[in-house]
C-alpha cells in the first residue's frame, strides 16, 4: 500500500485514495492475509473511512491500492437484510461483526442459491449502475481482524454485496457479469464519460 493520508491524521485514520478504472491492480488477483496484526486492525480502519467517506457499502482491498485478500461490508445500512452470522472458532456469534461492519478476510465461497437480478454500482466505476444476475443468496466463510474464523449466510443485497466485494479479490469487476448488448452499451457510456474500459484478461 503506497496511498499517502489525505485526513483523519488527528483520528489515527487516513482516508485512501480510490482506485477508478482502469487501474490494473482492479484486476489483480489477491494474495491470502497471513498475519492479524495492528497494522491490518489499521488499515481495515482506513478502509471503512474511505468507504463511508465515499458513501459505499461494501470496499475491497484493490479498490485502495492494497493485494490483500480483504473486503468489508456495512452492516448498518437501512434495508440490507443483516446476515446470519455462526462462529466456527467457538465464540460468541456477534463478536466476528466489527462495530456493525463485517470485516471479510481470505473469504471463501462455500454453496450459493438461484440466480436473480442485483441491480449494482461500484466505487471504481463512479456513477454507473445496472442491472447484472447473480445468485439471490450465499454462504461463505471467512476470518475477522483477529484470524477467527465464522460463517455467512446471506440473502438479497447483503448476498449481492457480498459476492461484488469477493469478485474484487479475484480481479473481477461486477461489468464483467453484463449480457453482451449491456456491456456494449457500457463501453459507449465509458467513451462518452472519458473512461477507459479494458475487459478482463482471458474473458
Ligand atoms: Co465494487
New binding site residues.
Partial sequence: MTDVPKFGLLFGMALLDVKIIPDPILRVTTEKVEVFDQKLHTFLDDMYETMIDAIGIGL?AP?VGSTQRIAIMDLTIEGVPYPAITSLSGKDASAHVYNGRLELINPVLVSKGAIVPSDEG???IPDYRDSIKRPGTVVITAQDRRGDEYKVEAEDLAAFCIQ?EMD?LDGV??VDHLSRLKMQLFRRWCAKNGFEWQPRIGS
Fill in positions: 475491497a479498490q461500484c466505487l471504481s461484488h474484487h469487476l461486477f
